[in-house]
């Protein structure tokens, strides 16, 4: 298993999506309410981005959008569960990641170049 997620990364990152996308991931997270949101975000596809409160309202948890942000930020597994897709209202980035790896320019920096692999601009326009 640990073969697999290894490859599915390098094959992420090499422009490859799939498989990623069918690595098993079991989220052992502190609430249900982390949990919704981070299977809606995993569901968030290739290439296209959303924003915090979409994220809310795809649970059904409209006017959510920063409790989302809460969630989106305690993800433990950032490429399998692709966080860096959830992007603020205006399509601008928003945040990345906790406090536990650099600098928040740092991160940005990161979420930045994870969006350019899939193609995805900053500001980003979010279809209706």
Not at 11 to 34: I, N, Q
Request: proline share 6%.
């Amino acid at each position: 298993m640990l073969d697999q997620a290894i490859a599915a990364v390098g094959a992420f990152l090499a422009g490859d999506p799939e498989p990623l996308a069918h690595v098993p991931v079991e989220l052992v997270v502190g609430s249900d309410w982390d949990r919704a949101v981070l299977g809606a975000v995993r569901a968030v596809p290739w290439g296209t981005a959303t924003s915090y409160g979409r994220v809310a309202r795809a649970i059904g948890r409209r006017g959510a959008a920063r409790a989302v942000g809460g969630a989106v930020g305690r993800n433990p597994i950032g490429l399998a569960i692709p966080c860096h897709r959830v992007l603020a209202g205006d399509g601008s980035l928003g945040g990345y990641g906790g406090d536990w790896f650099g600098s928040r320019e740092e991160l940005l920096e990161i979420k930045r170049e994870l969006l350019a692999l899939e193609g995805i601009g900053v500001p980003a326009w979010f279809p209706d």
